[in-house]
């Protein structure tokens, strides 16, 4: 998979394979290169609760990289407006010459507009404005300097979009883990209506496999301390910890022995590829794109042949419901099917958001028939690789108009441990239109009332079926047109049916050669984008 037209580099980024800085959560990972205060504190205030770096780092991501231009005076004012969260008697606004800071409508003060102008000199002044209002408010006094920095990100990222937003230290660490995997020993818990923490799967090559660990098994205690009346997520941290840490587990087997078990941390990726069969149908499920998402359908379609004998009828690539994840493994697992041409490509505001995302030369599958499901809930990632396959022409989509998450964020890795996510591009289709708010419109729709195959394939046959093929100018239209949006959104609905349907259309398209050729066929729409 190769990247064109790749302009400008950070000097500070955390490296991937798609190439330095391209890669993240729903997006690209960007790590703010500095961990220490870029001057002196306010005068006054305790430098080892607020690090003026977070705000700088933050407000210059933000007036850098975010879609849409924002001034600093305006990202500073909202940030202080956030204040307001802790009290609700504080507030912000711009004026000619700088800050205006209120308690209870009264002026408290007044800061002029920075003269150098950067990040810094507002983050300084930020500071200034938290210590003067700490003077007046209570709870302002009392509140954690964590608290205060997810009062103001907040307040700036509601102003955004839907997608943009701040986690704390405690929620950006848990969100991390599913990106970029944690220390543990690869197990997926759950506890049974006894409230019994029973082990449902042993990840492979975990440290738990290793160590003999069998699914069914019970777990009564870590490091020697009983699990109680623990909840789930207190028992998933005390067996989560540093890799390379010991860890002592008390067993119980489904053969009524009691072991304990010492096991050696090691990072741990969820397994986000399942496979099922339908005959001769691989039926191919990501839930979500991780790590090692892409690695783990390589390996889910090497098993395919061995566990079926022989060469398989067709493949079915389940993303219903899957939310997205990390952009550069999305685009991987597109790859894998496709035998060279664009994958994706986005543009924003920043020169470096212009990235095109084209494939290697090579289908892992070998040209094996292919199916994607799709629905309401399938988002960003998902509809990455729905919209590469069809307009490859490599698979036919069925199911229900995608989500329509079509942008892509950046993750900055603040000095304090939160993190900020900020859209930073707009992602297309190789055929030209945006996913933006539109999402992926099957070829074939199964969300229209029929509950019978027969039925939705028969009204594909006989041309009463909204396809791709013949809606390429409203998909264009519909980044700009209201109307054309909601036309095409009409066209195929997400609304609550039968999953087994799609699943079902899904096997008699890969049944019937000549049917499968002509849903192809319809799947592809003319490119009218400016390259």
Known sequence: MNQRRLRLAYPCRRSFRLRPGLSGFLALILVGCTSGSTGAPTAGFDPLRLDPAVLTIGYDRIDTIYLRERGLGDITAEALSGLGSLDGSLRASVTDVGIDLYANDRLIGRFDRPSGGDARDWARLTLDAVYRARTVSPSLRSATADAVYTAMFEAVTDGLDPYSRYLDPDRAARERSFREGYGGIGLLLEYDEQGTAVIQQVFSGGPAAKAGVRAGEIILAVDGAAVGDWELSELGMRLRGPIDSEVDVTLLGTDGGIRTVTMVRAQVIPNTVTVAYRDDIAVIRI??????????????????????????????????????????????????????????????????????????????????????????????????????????????????????????????????????????????????????????????????????????????????????????????????????????????????????????????????????QRALSASLAPTLAQR
Request: glycine share 12%; proline share 5%.
């Open 287 to 516: 839930n979500r794109f991780n790590a090692s998402t892409s690695e783990d359908l390589q390996n889910a379609v090497r098993t395919i042949e061995d566990t079926l004998g022989r060469r398989p009828g067709g493949i079915v690539l389940d993303l219903r419901g899957n939310p997205g994840g990390l952009l550069g493994e999305s685009v991987r697992v597109a790859d894998l099917f496709i035998d060279g041409g664009e994958v994706i490509h986005t543009r924003g505001r920043h020169p470096e958001s212009f990235q095109y995302f084209d494939a290697d030369e090579r289908d892992i599958a070998r040209a094996v028939p292919m199916v994607v499901l799709i629905d309401g809930r399938s988002a960003s990632g998902s509809e990455i690789v729905a919209a590469a396959l069809q307009d490859a022409g490599r698979a036919v989509v069925v199911g229900a108009s995608s989500f329509g998450k079509g942008s892509v964020q950046t993750v900055t890795r603040l000095p304090n441990g939160g993190e900020l996510f900020l859209t930073w591009s707009r992602i297309f289709a190789p055929s030209g239109y945006t996913l933006h708010e539109q999402g992926v419109l099957p070829t074939i729709c199964t969300s229209t009332g029929l509950d019978d195959v027969e039925e939705v394939v028969d009204r594909f046959q006989s041309g009463r079926m909204p396809v791709p093929a013949g809606l390429g100018r409203l998909r264009i239209e519909a980044g700009d047109d209201p109307a054309a949006l909601d036309a095409l959104r009409d066209a195929c609905p997400w609304r609550t049916h039968d999953e087994r349907l799609d699943e079902d259309v899904a096997v008699a398209l890969l049944s019937d050669g000549t049917l499968f």
